[in-house]
């Protein structure tokens, strides 16, 4: 999708918004305010050795206001050579509503969560495992760097707090599975 949105290529609507829930996946947890879901934008995260050099190339596309930005971030995190930076043992999001699920969060420090991915018609994956509330560090710097790419900011940038998943566990809850743990 990102190569698309980079060569402009025409993408059907349908599609775009459909192959965007491999994004979007409903975060899960349990605190304070109760049990709760929230759809929640998550991404890949580099490995920790990666992470300040890709921050610092996207944080200079989006001042300078560089056109091809999508394609710096496409060489960063989506590539073929990319993925081997890739830290496949997390997942990270921003949390821009601090409400319930930010209360569940930030009261415990460490929750258990679960990440509910759900691409229709037949097509589900949960993931469980732990997640932590990063603030001012280079997994929120990362986050915002990379929201930023796509939303492109006018004025000053806003600096949210981030969610870190920690992946313990893998189910395929799609139809022809029905829950097998693959991970």
């Known amino acids: 999708m990102v190569k698309d949105l980079i ?8 599609k775009f918004f459909l192959s965007f829930t491999r994004h979007t996946p409903a975060m899960i947890t349990m605190g304070v305010e109760g049990l709760n ?14 992470i300040k050099q890709i921050i610092n190339l996207l944080t200079q596309a ?13 060489d960063c995190i989506y590539s073929d050579q990319a993925a081997t930076n890739i830290d496949t043992k997390h997942l990270i ?64 940038r806003r600096q949210e707090k981030a969610y870190l998943f920690q992946i313990h566990e893998i189910f395929d809850n799609s139809v022809k599975s029905f829950g097998n743990k693959i991970y």
């Open 37 to 50: 879901a929230s759809i929640k934008g998550f991404g890949f995260v580099p490995k920790l050795e990666f």
């Open 62 to 74: 989006i001042e300078s206001n560089e056109p091809n930005s999508l394609e710096i971030l496409f």
């Open 93 to 156: 999001s921003l949390e821009m509503a601090y409400k319930y699920t930010f209360k569940n969060v930030s009261e415990k420090g460490i929750t258990n969560c679960t990440l509910l991915y759900y691409m229709p018609p037949v097509t589900s994956y949960e993931l469980r495992g732990e997640v932590v509330l990063h603030e001012n560090d280079v997994y929120s710097n990362f986050a915002n760097a990379v929201h930023d790419i796509y939303h492109r900011p006018k004025g000053q």
């Open 7 to 14: 060569t402009n290529t025409n993408i059907d609507k349908d």
